[in-house]
């Protein structure tokens, strides 16, 4: 049963950096491609980046294209987000999610690709 649970969020001046954690603590991760999406108050979920199972294929959204990397260590069965160059349009809940599949498909955006989430972690970015 995959459990997912982000964490590393909280509040960052702008230009700042932050890494977000997604465990699966139902310990299946490893076979899995997992995305990252966020949502602002107000807003529809956005899709940000997403990593094949053995971590060797990836895909961003432009939004954050050069400035966040995704990254996944299987041996500790958790996934990372790193934000660098912080704004504070960034701030917004992010999300892990997985579909059980081994690799990003052409619709990684989608948010109804996914059966599983986690529960969040806020990041604030503010002077």
């Known amino acids: 049963q995959v459990q997912l649970v982000e964490s590393g969020g909280g509040r960052v001046q702008p230009g700042g950096s932050l890494r977000l954690s997604c465990v699966d603590s139902?310990?299946?991760?490893?076979?899995?491609?997992v995305a990252w999406f966020r949502q602002a108050p107000g807003k529809e979920r956005e899709a940000l980046s997403c990593?094949?199972?053995?971590?060797?294929?990836?895909g961003y959204a432009d939004s954050v294209k050069g400035r966040f990397t995704i990254s996944r260590d299987n041996a500790k069965n958790t996934v990372y987000l790193q934000m660098n160059n912080l704004r504070p349009e960034d701030t917004a809940g992010y999300y892990c999610?997985?579909?059980?599949?081994?690799?990003?498909?052409?619709?990684?955006?989608?948010?109804?690709?996914?059966?599983?989430w986690g529960q969040g972690t806020q990041v604030a970015v503010s002077s």
């Open positions: 139902g310990l299946t991760l490893g076979y899995y491609a």
């Open positions: 999610a997985t579909n059980r599949v081994d690799s990003c498909m052409s619709t990684w955006d989608l948010v109804e690709q996914y059966d599983y």
């Open positions: 990593i094949s199972s053995g971590g060797g294929r990836s």
